[in-house]
T-cell receptor
Framework: GQQVMQIPQYQHVQEGEDFTTYCNSS?????IQWYKQRPGGHPVFLIQ?????EVKKQKRLTFQFGEAKKNSSLHITATQTTDVGTYFC????????????FGQGTTLQVKP | DAMVIQNPRYQVTQFGKPVTLSCSQT?????MYWYQQKSSQAPKLLFH???????NEADTPDNFQSRRPNTSFCFLDIRSPGLGDAAMYLC????????????FGDGTRLSIL
């Protein structure tokens, strides 16, 4: 079945350093969503990418969707302690009924 | 504020004793989902309702059942909880099943004694 792989599993950075998490799907996706889950919290929707090669920015966060619509990345510039949490990508296949397949998540820790 | 509300936040039950978790929403969304999330893992979809239509995931144990008596409420019933069912259970909603974000509740953390 469809799988969404996400790396790395953990990332420790110094405050001010950049951070990137990568997502790869075994099949072509119709769209991909990104969620952030703070420690002890629930996933919160960040953004959705739909078009091939799409790039979207939210302040220090840059989201990309690959040309083949099988991979995506989230890049955070100059991390802050408020960026701490687990970032999940979640892909929706083009042939299923719309179910989101979550990646394993990347847990970001930021040292002040 | 419109939101997804889960009760209780923490639930303790005994091995084999049925337990029900509840979820309500004020977003008037068509779709409601139940996820199981274990420590350091991604949320795992158990089932979802599109309006009244129930959709079970193939690998969801028979031990897990759900009810959606109306648009606003959805329940997760665990008939005979085992130690492996200890987890965070997340309810989520979306307007429809494609191209829409999912809105999650705070979750219920279930412990099994």
């Amino acid at each position: 079945g469809q799988q969404v792989m996400q790396i790395p599993q953990y990332q420790h950075v110094q405050e001010g350093e950049d951070f990137t998490t990568y997502c790869n799907s075994s099949t072509t996706l119709s769209n991909i969503q990104w969620y952030k889950q703070r420690p002890g919290g629930h996933p919160v929707f960040l953004i959705q990418l739909v078009k091939s090669g799409e790039v979207k920015k939210q302040k220090r966060l840059t989201f990309q969707f690959g040309e083949a619509k099988k991979n995506s990345s989230l890049h955070i510039t100059a991390t802050q302690t408020t960026d701490v949490g687990t970032y999940f990508c979640a892909g929706r296949g083009s042939s299923n009924t719309g179910k989101l397949i979550f990646g394993q998540g990347t847990t970001l820790q930021v040292k002040p | 504020d419109a939101m997804v509300i889960q009760n209780p936040r923490y639930q303790v039950t005994q091995f084999g004793k049925p337990v029900t978790l509840s979820c309500s929403q004020t977003l008037n969304h068509n779709v409601m989902y139940w996820y199981q999330q274990k420590s350091s893992q991604a949320p795992k979809l158990l089932f979802h309702y599109y309006d009244k239509d129930f959709n079970n995931e193939a690998d969801t144990p028979d031990n897990f059942q759900s009810r959606r008596p109306n648009t606003s409420f959805c329940f997760l019933d665990i008939r005979s909880p085992g130690l492996g069912d200890a987890a965070m259970y997340l309810c989520a909603t979306s307007r429809e099943s494609s191209n829409q974000p999912q809105h999650f509740g705070d979750g219920t953390r279930l412990s099994i004694l």
